[in-house]
């Protein structure tokens, strides 16, 4: 089990595994116990780490082959949380196939820092429908 030692090392090695398809990685860096939360886009919610690593291991099987390029944006941390905001930006053979907006969460342990949340939904063009009003 790897000890990540902050908040942004898990983040760094969330995207490591998903970019190369790292099933076990992935699945190392996600938090024991009911109480992680994950949501996929267009997806219901997935609670606990059985739903989570299962659906980590469908999107990451063989058939996956998409490349993902993440900016965080901000981030915030409080004692032994983190909430990173940032873009995924997805693609096929060198082409863009989506953009999402996510949240990723983390929870320091006994393990060091392990993913408890993350969120991903698309990112609207000013030709969709209005985002909310601030």
């Known amino acids: 089990m790897m000890n990540l030692a902050t908040a942004e090392a898990a983040e760094s090695e969330f995207y490591r595994a998903f970019a190369t398809g790292d099933l076990e990685a992935m699945l190392d860096i996600w938090a024991d116990g009911e109480s992680v939360v994950c949501v996929h886009p267009a ?7 059985a739903s989570v690593a299962e659906s980590w291991r469908e999107i990451l099987g ?8 993440y900016q965080c944006v901000a981030r915030y941390e409080s004692g032994d ?10 693609r096929v053979d060198d ?7 996510v949240t990723n969460g983390y929870r320091r342990t006994e393990c060091g ?16 429908p209005p985002g ?3």
């Open 43 to 49: 997806q219901e919610t997935l609670v606990g780490r």
């Open 62 to 69: 063989p058939a996956s082959g998409f490349d993902i390029v």
């Open 81 to 90: 949380l983190a909430m990173h905001i940032g873009v995924e930006q997805l």
């Open 95 to 101: 082409e863009e196939v989506a953009s999402l907006t």
């Open 113 to 128: 820092w392990r993913m408890i949340y993350h969120q991903a939904a698309p990112i609207h063009s000013s030709q969709g």
């Open 132 to 134: 909310p009003v601030h």
